[in-house]
């Protein structure tokens, strides 16, 4: 469940440890390097990264908007391959804690650098060669197989819930009460790192309803779950989202938040679907400048080699080009094929 106040000053007091790392600001300088962090909490047992908090324990609180949240969310699509996330805001005073989530992960995963880190004792070091291989076949990864969505031994350690706990998130998704749908999404959110939650028919039934009727931001919060699934789920889970991938590409094409939009493409792209070359090709074409600029699709490419879409995006712009399209989308279009190229 979420984290309280409480929870966060006895997590705070142990210290800086494995599974958790303090950062005392949300800044630029900060944030362009948390794929890093975040390779090496997947890469290890999970973690908590804590933003507003100095090196000896204190909590300060920390200033920090939807533009911030996108930025990180970025710095997971950019480790290899992406690194599930979630976000806990803590009230504290006239300000908040920031927690970031990172789940341990299936697969084993790069930073931006290429490099594969992972948390040793309270600080970041890197894999040798040696160590990439033996963690691979602990992880069931040198087999064979999608390595993108590979299972092993992670889908026999997430939990079921319990009856009481099923009944309680079914009360809170099917509420009229704005309120408690977004609280019941956010605890969602964070138990579906461990928790088998669409092994439940009504939670399926609760969240594909979200994904036809609900608001932006609930949109947002059930792709997240996605997400998610797709990354540490069971292979039960990951087959329900497999029958999402078509409406997830209409919310891609429709929703007005970007922030869902680009949210619809990362699902997409993730499990290599033909959609998310649609839903590029739709932005390239038909979104105007201010909506583009919020997009920022170019941004969004840094995996599409591993995950199976590069030669299908190449033979997309290039077919765009043949067409002679005007300034606005030859520019797009050669943006985009600069980010593929930066893929490899």
Same mark, same amino acid.
């Given at each position: ?83 599930? $996330? ?14 970031? %989530? ?5 697969? /084993? ?9 992972? =948390?040793? +004792? %309270? ?8 160590? $990439? ?6 992880? *069931? ?12 031994? =992670? ?33 969602? %959110?964070?138990?579906?790192? +461990? ?8 939670? &399926? ?27 540490? *789920? ?13 409406? $997830?590409?209409?919310? *891609? ?16 792209? /993730? &499990? ?22 919020? /997009? ?24 765009? /080009? ?23």
């Amino acid at each position: 469940m979420r984290m309280t106040l409480d929870d966060l000053q006895k997590l705070v007091q142990e210290g800086e440890s494995p599974l958790v790392e303090f950062k005392m600001q949300v800044s630029d300088e900060v944030v362009k390097r948390l794929s890093t962090s975040i390779a090496a909490f997947a890469n290890h047992e999970g973690g908590r990264m804590i933003f507003g908090v100095s090196n000896d324990r204190r909590l300060l609180g920390c200033e920090y908007d939807e533009e911030d949240l996108d930025h990180i969310s970025q710095q997971a699509s950019n480790c290899r391959p992406q690194a599930p $996330i979630s976000f806990e805001h803590v009230p504290f005073g006239s300000s908040r804690i920031l927690v970031v %989530n990172v789940p341990k992960s299936s697969v /084993l995963h790069q930073d931006m650098k290429d490099r594969f880190p992972v =948390r040793i +004792g %309270n600080k970041t070091g890197y894999l040798d060669i040696t160590s $990439i291989l033996m963690l691979a076949q602990e992880r *069931g990864l040198l087999g064979g197989g999608d390595s993108r969505i590979v299972d092993t031994k =992670r889908e026999s350690e997430r939990r079921s819930l319990s009856d009481d706990e099923v009944s309680m998130v079914v009360e809170g998704l099917g509420s009229k009460d704005s309120i408690l749908r977004s609280e019941a999404l956010l605890d969602l %959110n964070r138990m579906s790192m +461990g928790y088998a939650l669409l092994e439940h028919q009504e939670i &399926v039934d609760l969240l594909h309803n979200v994904l036809n009727k609900g608001t932006d931001e609930e949109i947002d919060q059930t792709l997240n779950i996605v997400r998610t699934t797709i990354l540490s *789920g069971s292979s039960s889970e990951k087959k329900v989202v497999s029958h999402w991938m078509e409406k $997830i590409r209409e919310i *891609g094409e429709s929703v007005s938040s970007c922030g869902a939009a680009r949210g619809a493409f990362d699902v997409l792209q /993730l &499990v290599g679907h033909s959609g998310a070359v649609d839903l590029l090709e739709k932005w390239i074409t038909n979104a105007d400048d201010e909506r583009y600029s919020e /997009l920022r699709p170019e941004n969004q490419l840094s995996n599409v080699r591993f995950y199976g879409l590069d030669n299908r995006i190449r033979g997309r712009m290039y077919a765009l /080009l043949k067409t002679k399209p005007g300034e606005i989308v030859t520019n797009r279009v050669q943006g985009v094929l600069e980010s593929v190229r930066r893929a490899y």
